[in-house]
Structures are given as structure tokens and as C-alpha cells.
């Protein structure tokens, strides 16, 4: 049993969102598209200066990592919203 619960931490941890470090990533991105003329039109210039905050993000979701997993697990059961 002591197994089982050490692979569903596991799993879990492996699987966990990384909300700090999706979101930091996003502010670094450069988001476009083509309009009708065919011009390309930036929706969002990237901000670089964000990859500096990216170690203290994948630290806050290692450290935030056992309160994330519960709610991961839970909103992962059927029926769950």
C-alpha cells in the first residue's frame, strides 16, 4: 500500500499544472497572427526580462506542490467542475 501511495504521489507530482512557471513562460512569448492583407500584427510583444523570474517560479511550484496536488486530484475525479 505504501508503494501505491508513493506512485500516485509520484504521478501526481509529474502531472501537477506549474501555474508560476506556465505563467511566467506566457509573459515571455511573442503572440501574432496574419490579418486579411496578409500582414503579420503583433497581438502581444514578449517580455524576456521574465526568463530572470523563471527559478523562483519552478521553486514556488515545487514548494506549493503539496497543496496543488489534492486539488489536482480532486479535479480530476468524474464529475468534478
Known amino acids: 500500500m505504501k508503494a501505491a501511495n508513493r506512485y500516485v504521489f509520484l504521478l501526481a507530482l509529474i502531472l501537477i499544472c506549474g501555474c508560476a512557471t506556465g505563467g511566467t513562460l506566457n509573459r515571455t512569448y511573442t503572440r501574432t497572427h496574419t490579418n486579411a492583407e496578409g500582414e ?13 523570474l523563471l527559478p523562483f517560479a519552478v521553486a514556488w511550484d515545487i514548494v506549493t506542490s503539496p497543496f496543488q496536488i489534492p486539488v489536482f486530484i480532486i479535479m480530476m475525479q468524474p464529475g468534478a467542475t
Not at 503579420?40 to 530572470?52: A, E, N, R, T
Open 40 to 52: 503579420v500584427v503583433i497581438d502581444q510583444k514578449g517580455q524576456p526580462g521574465f526568463y530572470l
